[in-house]
């Protein structure tokens, strides 16, 4: 058994202080014959931790109907990257977002015509906890509290920048403990004041999520958590591409000298993303601000290790 806690000081493992260095690897979006070699190299990298959101909709396509099995094997996911001495942060959701359709949220929710999606309401709770209830029972015995390797598991994803719903993150909250999650569980949102505000919980840690600028950002986190440590959820080392415009890229150096800036405010970590990987099938998502943008097949991201 181990316990991962934090103080203002810090992150740490069985009272030995961790820096977490962190990569994103999607289980969904690498096919389960790549999990040893793309974890292998993670390792390579110093890394210490992977990271990784489930998604809902491809593990319950049909209401009531759970699939665990093939690429959405992550027992066997979990299983590899302990065998390769890695440890694991996992976002369970229910909404990822993480460029997939509709969040990772089930499309089937839709036929409800009375839901209220991410709110403190009934009927959507009842949709979810019958999924965490499936799913859990597979993430469990992997917590570190019971001589696993997953760490930490982040409530909700990003929820500053949807809502400020605090009735339904601490619903949330108790759903995840009720079905056994006695790990430590974290926030992660944007280095602003109204997303933080909406998207934290007290007594949860809350990550930023960014790109560039450590300083500013970590500044917004310590004013507004001054009793935690700093911790980057999301460093956005490329970006997610759209049909009809330019593959993105970002210059090596900004990123190792952002990493750098990084390290030396002895912060944690999460690269986002080391390996992206593939939307394979209908899984891309699109947004929309001005005009419509489907998201790509590819999900290479300009990641440290390329789609192919």
């Known amino acids: ?35 040893e ?20 909709s491809l593990h319950e396509p049909r209401e009531g109907e759970f699939d665990f099995s093939g ?7 979990l299983k590899t990257a302990e065998r390769l001495g890695l440890f ?18 089930p499309s089937w929710l839709l036929r409800y015509k009375r839901i209220r999606l991410r709110c403190n309401d009934d009927l ?9 209830r499936a799913l ?31 009735a339904y993150l601490k619903r949330l ?3 995840y403990r009720d079905l056994g999650a006695d790990c430590l569980l974290f926030t992660s949102d944007g280095p602003e004041y109204n997303m933080l505000q909406g998207g934290t919980l007290e007594g949860v840690p809350a990550a930023v999520n960014f790109g560039s600028n450590p300083s500013e950002a970590f500044s917004v986190l310590d004013e507004f958590r001054p009793n935690q440590p700093k911790m980057c959820g999301e460093f956005w080392i490329g970006w997610f591409d759209a049909w009809y415009e330019a593959h993105h890229t970002r210059p090596a150096e900004d990123v190792a000298q952002t990493l750098q800036k ?41 990641a440290l290790l390329n789609e192919c």
């Open 262 to 302: 990084m390290l030396e405010a002895d912060a944690s970590l999460n690269f986002y993303m080391f390996h992206g990987g593939t939307n394979f099938g209908f899984i891309n998502g699109a947004n929309y601000f001005e005009k419509y943008r489907p998201i790509a097949t590819s999900y290479d991201y300009d």
């Open 71 to 77: 690429i959405l094997d992550i027992d066997r996911f």
């Open 173 to 175: 909250e108790k759903l």
């Open 136 to 166: 859990f029972s597979i993430l469990v015995p992997h917590l570190c509290t019971n001589g696993g390797n997953i760490l930490a598991m982040q409530l909700e994803n990003e929820y500053g920048s949807y809502g400020n719903d605090k």
């Open 1 to 35: 058994m181990e316990n991962f806690t934090f103080n203002n000081a810090g992150f740490y493992l069985d009272g030995q202080k961790v820096q977490i260095l962190s990569g994103a690897i999607h289980y969904f979006r690498v096919v389960p014959e790549y999990w």
């Open 124 to 132: 959507y709770f009842e949709k979810v906890e019958k999924y965490l």
């Open 88 to 105: 694991v942060m996992i976002r369970p959701g229910p909404y990822i977002c993480a460029e997939v359709d509709m969040g990772g949220l």
């Open 37 to 56: 070699d793309r974890l292998r190299k993670l390792r390579a990298c110093g890394l210490n931790i992977v990271e990784t959101y489930v998604n809902w």
